[in-house]
């Protein structure tokens, strides 16, 4: 795919006509490649980034050496030994990976996204209602950084800004690559990172993203993230909805009664709509149990 050279269409649009179409073919439970128009945007160079990181609280930045393990622990993740600023600015040589959270609460960061999400809210709401805490996050990984596979609780669109990756997408709900115990202890707080196994790859699809290309990521989708031979920076915009808190009201649920020695109880394709089960999971929380 060629890059696209400038920052927006003419229209002021960040998504094209053709881009909304197969986004809204997919919404919300199958991953597409989409495009997008903010290669070269003021707020996304390497400068703008690492002065928007050094003036973020800590809580709001992640960051660490970038070559891991699909399955890599938590808890094994090595530190890189610099600071956030100088992580961005030598990212090209350092082999580090770094995530800057919630930049929308910079009033400039947060305009991107509120255009950005502003032209998909539409098709958003005739399938699972209004857009919910809308968040962005931006990604900088280092050439040959391996994000390790995971899952995230939003409606997700990634966006390719500079550099290329390889994102590998695994179907939602399936137990066999996300069992229903890491939902729930998920939902309770749990860290993101799923337990690799070599017999998954073959359930993936590897999507490559240049400059200019995006991609839907559905709630929960497991994938992991492999980075090309140059920086790469990608942009993320996030949503939650009816749909994605009744799952993870759900799931809270069934952690409940499995503490309990319980019977679970199935979460369905359109959780929303299971109103008793989550009407006595509000109740339960408000006595207490």
């Known amino acids: 795919m060629t890059a696209q050279s400038s920052i927006a269409p003419a229209n002021g649009a960040t998504f094209s006509d053709a881009a909304r179409a197969a986004f809204a073919a997919a919404y919300p439970d199958q991953s597409t490649r989409l495009t997008h128009q903010l290669i070269g945007h003021d707020l996304l160079t390497l400068d703008a980034l690492a002065t928007l990181a050094e003036r973020m ?31 961005i600015r030598t990212i090209d040589t350092n082999g580090s990976w770094a995530v800057l959270k919630n930049v929308e609460r910079d009033p400039a960061y947060g305009a991107l996204l509120d255009a950005a999400l502003a032209e998909l809210e539409p098709i958003v709401a005739k399938t699972t209602g209004p857009m919910l805490k809308r968040e962005a996050f931006i990604f900088l990984s280092s050439p040959g950084s391996v994000t390790p596979f995971h899952m995230d609780p939003e409606h997700n669109i ?68 492999e980075n090309g031979p140059t920086v790469s920076v990608s942009l993320s915009v996030t949503w939650r909805s009816d749909r994605s808190v009744a799952e993870g009201e759900l799931h809270s649920f069934n952690a409940l009664l499995r503490k309990r020695g319980l019977p679970t109880g199935a979460v369905s394709a359109a959780p929303e709509k299971q109103g008793l089960r989550r009407l006595v999971y509000r109740l339960m929380r408000k006595l207490g149990a």
């Open 57 to 87: 609280p800590e809580t709001s930045v992640e960051y660490n050496l970038g070559k891991l393990p699909l399955g890599v622990r938590p808890e094994d993740t090595p530190s890189n030994g610099l600071t956030l600023g100088e992580t």
């Open 158 to 225: 990634l966006l390719q800004i500079m550099g290329t990756k390889t994102m590998t997408v695994f179907p939602a709900r399936d137990e066999q690559l996300v069992p229903a115990q890491k939902s729930e202890d998920f939902h309770a707080g749990g860290h993101r990172n799923l337990i690799w196994q070599d017999g998954f790859q073959a359930r993936g699809t590897a999507v490559l993203l240049e400059p200019g290309d995006a991609i839907h990521v559905p709630v929960k989708a497991p994938h992991f993230v």
